[in-house]
């Protein structure tokens, strides 16, 4: 049996995964959790066999979460349901250990694919993925500006190239305006840029946007 931990912020979210996983035999929700909070708490208390993990969630970033998990539980499968486009969180996520990633705009069927592949401890990615994986995680590749910045500081770059604002931002991640304000300022300064319509500029030509 695959017991599956859900960490998500939106309850009709997780009642649709729920409602998914049901019609398969194999599996079950064990548990739901709407924030990081109690993640690791629940983790040490019993042992699930995959983790789904959303990277949007209310109190931290869900890249971060997922280090703290694999930080713990290393051989725990993390597979990361988002509502951002491969393009911009994916391969992010592998590279700090998810085993795979499927976003929230997927057919059920893929879903429940992701989750029998990586509970046998493989790795789950779609094929379009795959070859930008094969272009990103060659050694040889040029490491692009964004590459350098921080999880919090990416999400904040994406989040400000797909047309929000400080506030905006500042609300939808729980952060004071001069917080977010700050990331915007370490963004520009990393990136070597002069402003938000440079830094969308690289947004857009790097395919960070949606």
């Known amino acids: 049996m695959i ?15 729920r409602q998914i996983i049901l019609g398969c035999p194999d599996m079950a929700v064990i548990e739901e959790l709407f924030d990081s909070r109690d993640v690791i708490l629940t983790l040490r208390k019993r042992k699930f066999s995959v983790v789904i993990l959303d990277i949007g969630l209310p109190d931290k970033n869900g890249i971060e979460v997922l280090k703290e998990i694999k930080n713990e539980f290393p051989l725990l499968p993390v597979l990361i349901l988002s509502m951002y486009p491969e393009d911009q969180y994916a391969i992010r996520a592998l590279r700090s250990g998810a085993a795979g990633y499927v976003s929230k705009d997927s057919a059920p069927e893929e879903l429940i694919t992701a989750l029998r592949t990586v509970a046998t401890g493989r790795k789950y990615v779609s094929r379009a993925l795959a070859g930008k ?18 999880d919090r500081e990416y999400q904040v770059l994406c989040l400000i190239a797909s047309g929000r604002t400080i506030s905006e931002i ?33 947004a857009i030509k790097n395919r960070l946007t949606d």
């Not at 017991?3 to 995964?17: E, F, Q």
């Not at 990331?183 to 690289?202: G, P, T």
Request: aromatic share 4%; glycine share 4%.
């Open 3 to 17: 017991d599956i931990l859900i960490i998500d912020d939106h309850a009709v979210v997780r009642a649709g995964m």
């Open 133 to 150: 994986l094969a272009v990103h995680l060659d050694v040889d590749a040029k490491k692009e500006l964004h590459e350098a910045l921080s």
């Open 170 to 202: 500042a609300e939808g991640l729980c952060l004071s305006v001069k917080t977010v304000s700050t990331y915007r300022c370490r963004i520009l300064d990393k990136m070597h840029l002069k402003n938000n319509a440079e830094l969308i500029n690289y």
